[in-house]
């Protein structure tokens, strides 16, 4: 029974958060850093984008949770530290600021950078903005930690879910940020979550790198990997329950905990994508396997045309098929049912891969709705997928036509 | 000596062509189905799209051409004749009609639609079209063919060279058309091609099939590869040079002339990409090898991130570094270098991976220009090559939010 509470990243027994301004981003109301603390160590574990290009922040982070361990985690936003020949030195500096001003070994901190690419991170507003942060670390600073690390993001992303582990009450929350260049592969954009359930590093990493290729991996805006993405959890073991040092009963609970976090963060961030007006969910059943099943999901939900369409909240069901058809998957486009979804109702638009009559009214109807689901039915076994994604719209468009200006 | 000539798919002897209104698109200043009439039966090669979902027209010319050898193009521009349970049947019956109004055999028609998906293609307007189009067949009717077949296309996209072959003079000429739904692979959007040189059909398949991989494959639009991509060929052998049955020199002389079209017709078809405003050219140098430079060409091209910033001419060359870096392409990202060029001059901005300072003022000055080179140089090898796309604007979302209505 996994249960939603309130709380975000600071719901789980332990950890406190805050984000403040300091001075990163020129713009005095926007929150540009931010701060997740634990009482004491947690296991640790984080996956990294695929981009041969990685952001520096990224190779710190790497090298510090290698020990399975981690206390603390500094995030700035307006700026990636990526491509920059002071990257590492800089990433370090931040990390070892965090680490003083909490009192903690130097490589337990997680430290993150999301913004613009290639140019230089300033550190002194970071070396004033860590102390603010120490000092506004509290049981309720989820949701600043949340506002710090966005960038074009329009809304907060957090969540947190209450379950039982051998009879003890555990906690989990998460923040992230979205929004643009996310099309994550074995990683994704920036996500940080908290639980106080005890679990051994190696079952933590077991249970995220499982969980992320039906989440994360699954989500695509644009397109476009990012150098930065980075998904981590921290878990310190303040709930009490036994440590889960093996797959039984508690991990399998863990991991729907751990699932129903990222599926809420993965709508949030695909229904928050740059300029978008919709969140869209491609699922696919009836393919021949679980990586055919994936594979037309993600190239349906990347369609540039299918996204546009459904921005015009247009019937076009032939950019689906063709998406289908230029997947690589191995399917026969003979036996492919689509239907479109939303809380409207549901409409058959394609059978056996041609067009069947249907009132383009109900359609239209169905998906002027803000979150559509896309059904494809492929009628060649029993694998499964859904991939999330956005509509294309005038504002993506505005948003990177001057997005460093 | 390639030399460029007017007349487009009429240059070469003994071709004539035709466009009309006949009824297919409701407006009636718009043409919507061409045709191409050799005097006499004609060598002939196509390629075809990749997807998985093919137009029926595909399906039927593939046939055709089996053996060779076609005299005729029939294309009608509005509906795509694609997945609909009739399609290999209306095509056909619209190859058949034309093949009888010509005279010409019933096998040497090449066929094509381009347009909507899914929506059955009425054969009553073809009926009436086919007899305005034999009427109106001239060496005049190059235009008029090269308007029959635009979809969103602006810009008409015709071309013709003259050449010599064995002291014989040669002409070459083509149309095509392009826009939305473009990311050729093995085939490409709408191209014909017509020439009075005499070459065997084996030898003609062999030049087609060489050449597309490093034009029509090396565009694309907005990364959906479409359900009718053709690029056709005839050739009539009426310039009388001696027919090219081998690789050599006139061989060679032949794929000069081929090239030079495809390369017009590709950054015609590119420029002019749905709602584009530029057009944008990818050169990558220094590649391990060739494999590795188009990779990484074509992923910078295809970037929604990169596309939406030269949209508002901003030098954000992040950009095109993370998509070299989620291209897939084996390359050292500290070796790159990356520089922009126009008419106004060109500016590096990025050297061995990470930022140099540049004037942001020259580099407004250099992306404000209508053709904008990417230059990348990997610093690892002599691999090289070049694709073709454009800037993702407003329009390209306006025109695909509602393309049925």
Redesign the interface.
């Known amino acids: 029974m996994i249960k939603r509470i309130d709380g975000g990243v600071c719901a789980a027994k332990g950890f406190l958060a805050s984000g403040v301004h300091c001075g990163v981003r020129k713009k005095r109301t926007k929150k540009d850093i931010a701060m997740i603390y634990s009482e004491c160590r947690a296991t640790a574990a984080a996956v990294y984008t695929?981009?041969?290009?990685?952001g520096a922040p990224l190779l710190v982070t790497k090298k510090h949770i290698a020990d399975g361990y981690a206390q603390a985690v500094i995030c700035n936003s307006g700026n990636?530290n990526?491509?920059?020949?002071d990257g590492v030195e800089v990433a370090e500096k931040m990390s070892a600021m965090a680490a003083e001003a909490l009192g903690i070994r130097a490589d337990d901190v997680v430290v993150a950078s999301t913004g613009?690419?290639?140019?230089p991170l300033p550190l002194a507003p970071i070396a004033e903005g860590i102390p603010m942060l120490v000092k506004a670390l509290s049981r309720e600073g989820g949701t600043d930690a949340a506002e710090g690390i966005m960038t074009t993001d329009v809304v907060k992303k957090e969540i947190a879910v209450e379950f039982t582990l051998g009879g003890k009450t555990c906690r989990m929350g998460g923040i992230a940020k979205g929004s643009?260049?996310i099309?994550p592969?074995m990683a994704t954009m920036l996500v940080f979550m908290t639980t106080d359930a005890a679990i051994s590093a190696e079952m933590l990493r077991k249970a995220l790198t499982t969980d992320i290729k039906k989440t994360f991996n699954m989500i695509s805006i644009?397109?476009?990997?990012?150098?930065n993405d980075m998904v981590t959890v921290l878990a310190n073991g303040m709930a009490g329950n036994a440590e889960i040092t093996e797959e039984g009963e508690d991990f399998d609970t863990f991991m729907k905990a751990l699932n129903t976090l990222n599926v809420y963060l993965c709508r949030a961030i695909a229904g928050d994508g740059e300029g978008a007006t919709k969140l869209l969910e491609c699922k696919v059943t009836g393919a021949k396997d679980e990586a055919c099943a994936k594979t037309v999901a993600k190239s349906v939900i990347?369609?540039?045309?299918l996204k546009?369409?459904m921005?015009?909240a247009?019937a076009?069901?032939?950019?689906v098929?063709?998406?289908?058809?230029?997947s690589g998957a191995d399917?026969d486009?003979n036996t492919v049912d689509v239907s479109f979804r939303s809380a409207k109702g549901d409409i058959l638009v394609?059978q056996n891969?041609?067009?069947v009559p249907f009132s383009e009214e109900k359609a239209k109807e169905i998906l002027l709705e803000k979150e559509i689901e896309i059904l494809v039915s492929l009628g060649n076994g029993t694998g499964e997928a859904t991939a999330f994604g956005c509509d294309?719209?005038?504002d993506?468009?505005?948003?990177?036509?001057?997005?460093?200006?």
């Open positions: 695929t981009n041969l290009v990685k990636a990526t491509c920059n020949a613009v690419i290639g140019q643009g260049m099309h592969n644009d397109g476009d990997t990012s150098t990347c369609s540039s045309l546009a369409a921005f015009g247009d076009n069901w032939g950019r098929l063709c998406a289908i058809g230029y399917l486009v394609c891969g041609a067009g294309l719209t005038y993506y468009v505005k948003i990177n036509g001057d997005y460093r200006t």
